[in-house]
């Protein structure tokens, strides 16, 4: 699996990120499996001072990546540092349990 599985409301349409039964929104029981591929980059920051434990290269980049119906994910950065621009569609994938975009 190399995308990200959340779960969408089929009363609301709501983007559900969690397991869930319910949908978080509106209550209703009907929640289907979307996977995401891609989505738009919201924002970014490059971190220069890792937290305790990190043990890849620093510095990277973290950012705020726009699915739809306005649901944002979190993902680390994999690409030419000076290709980023707010807006732009980017890729997604899981790799080892983290997310990347692209």
Same mark, same amino acid.
């Given at each position: 699996m190399n995308y990200l599985? *959340?779960?969408k409301c089929e009363k609301c349409g709501k983007i559900n990120m969690l397991p869930a039964i319910h949908c978080r929104? *509106? !209550?209703y029981g009907q929640l289907n499996e979307i996977n995401f591929s891609e989505g738009a980059? &919201? =924002?970014y920051t490059k971190i220069h001072v890792p937290p305790d434990g990190w043990n890849s290269? #620093?510095? &990277?980049?973290? !950012? +705020?990546?726009?699915?739809?119906? !306005? =649901?944002?994910? =979190?993902a680390l950065y994999s690409g030419e540092k000076?290709?980023? #621009? +707010?807006?732009?569609?980017?890729?997604?994938?899981?790799k080892d349990e983290r997310l990347f975009f692209w």
């Open positions: 599985t *959340c779960l929104n *509106c !209550g980059l &919201y =924002s290269t #620093t510095p &990277y980049i973290v !950012g +705020v990546i726009e699915l739809e119906k !306005g =649901s944002l994910v =979190s000076d290709a980023l #621009t +707010v807006g732009n569609r980017v890729n997604l994938m899981l």
